[in-house]
């Protein structure tokens, strides 16, 4: 009699863990497919990254003997107005997400007739309905602008944006060679429809 009371019991459990762990799958199938069906207002193919918010990213390049590489949060369009929106004209900008966006040179640069030593700086902007200021800043690891220091700016640079013929829906950042001077390259910044371009020569 107690072997047929310890084996109902056993059966017992066994379906009820049964049962919960077809719970478990159902929902979580139903979860895959809400994030299969996610819709990025702008670009599906970015579906992915929209769902972590600003995938942390990288670019890089070697410049004669410099090796330049950046590393930045990016955030995307998402239907959202941009600048005079979500980014501020005339206020100190991280210039990517989370982080401050960091720039590293390998060797000592130029940048506007500014010597700059080879390590690694936090790469800001001031954006302007007609003009951005670009500045590169000794204190390369904070959160966003919070402990930005006009006094840790190493260089400051203005600059006219380009107009984009087409949308850049994540904001992305590009190292590149001018002409095919090995010695000289710039860093370039894309989003929504503006490109800036910041010229740098070896030392």
Not at 120 to 135: C, M, N, Q, R, S
Request: glycine share 6%; proline share 3%; charged share 20%.
């Amino acid at each position: 009699m107690k072997k047929v009371i310890l084996y109902i019991i056993v059966l017992t459990v066994a379906s009820c863990t049964q049962s919960k762990t077809e719970q478990s799958v159902d929902h979580s199938r139903h979860m895959h497919g809400s994030a299969g069906n996610y819709a990025d207002s702008v670009n599906a193919g970015l579906i992915k990254d929209t769902l972590k918010g600003s995938p942390v990213r990288t670019a890089m390049a070697n410049f004669g003997s410099n090796y330049v590489h950046i590393q930045y949060g990016s955030p995307g369009v998402k239907g959202r107005t941009i600048w005079g929106g979500l980014v501020a004209y005339d206020q100190v900008w991280v210039t990517g997400a989370h982080q401050a966006t960091s720039v590293m040179f390998s060797s000592d640069v130029v940048i506007n007739e500014t010597h700059i030593a080879a390590g690694k700086y936090a790469l800001f902007t001031i954006p302007g309905k007609d003009k951005w200021i670009v500045i590169l800043n000794k204190n390369w690891e904070q959160h966003l602008a919070d402990e930005y220091s006009e006094k840790d700016d190493v260089v400051r640079i203005k600059i006219t944006p380009e107009t984009l013929p087409q949308e850049v829906q994540r904001l992305t950042y590009l190292v590149e060679k001018i002409d095919a001077d090995v010695d000289k390259g710039s860093i370039v910044m894309l989003w929504e429809r503006i490109k800036i371009v910041l010229p740098f020569r070896n030392q």
